[in-house]
């Protein structure tokens, strides 16, 4: 939950975003989807890191801006498990993740 919007990771590698009706409480009929890329996979982690949701994805770490439902960055360069790492790192500790990329560059994407 961040920012009036409820995040569901799906399994096939698509993103739920709820938000609430006008009457306050949450439209569970009325959601966007959001996808991630093919070939569909699992999300496989996901945490808020200050107003946005960073979520891994394969070898790749998107940055959803949960208020505009839109990716806004991809950050490539990393294993699987390099990237869940990173996001398991920040969900205990707070703060933006830095992870390390599985090569020697890494490469950002802005959308």
């Given at each position: 939950?961040?920012?009036?919007?409820?995040?569901?990771?799906?399994?096939?590698?698509?993103?739920?975003?709820?938000?609430?009706?006008?009457?306050?409480?949450?439209?569970?009929?009325?959601?966007?989807?959001?996808?991630?890329?093919?070939?569909?996979?699992?999300?496989?982690?996901?945490?808020?890191?200050?107003?946005?949701?960073?979520?891994?994805?394969?070898?790749?770490?998107?940055?959803?801006?949960?208020?505009?439902?839109?990716?806004?960055?991809?950050?490539?360069?990393?294993?699987?498990?390099?990237?869940?790492?990173?996001?398991?790192?920040?969900?205990?500790?707070?703060?933006?993740?830095?992870?390390?990329?599985?090569?020697?560059?890494m490469d950002i994407e802005m959308q």
């Amino acid at each position: 939950h961040v920012k009036g919007r409820v995040l569901v990771a799906l399994a096939d590698g698509t993103l739920a975003i709820f938000h609430r009706g006008a009457d306050g409480q949450w439209d569970l009929t009325n959601y966007h989807l959001l996808d991630l890329g093919r070939p569909h996979h699992s999300i496989r982690c996901m945490t808020v890191v200050h107003d946005k949701v960073w979520c891994g994805y394969r070898n790749k770490i998107y940055v959803i801006q949960p208020k505009a439902m839109r990716i806004e960055a991809v950050l490539y360069g990393f294993t699987a498990m390099t990237a869940q790492k990173a996001l398991g790192r920040a969900a205990s500790c707070r703060t933006a993740p830095w992870p390390t990329p599985s090569s020697a560059s890494m490469d950002i994407e802005m959308q």
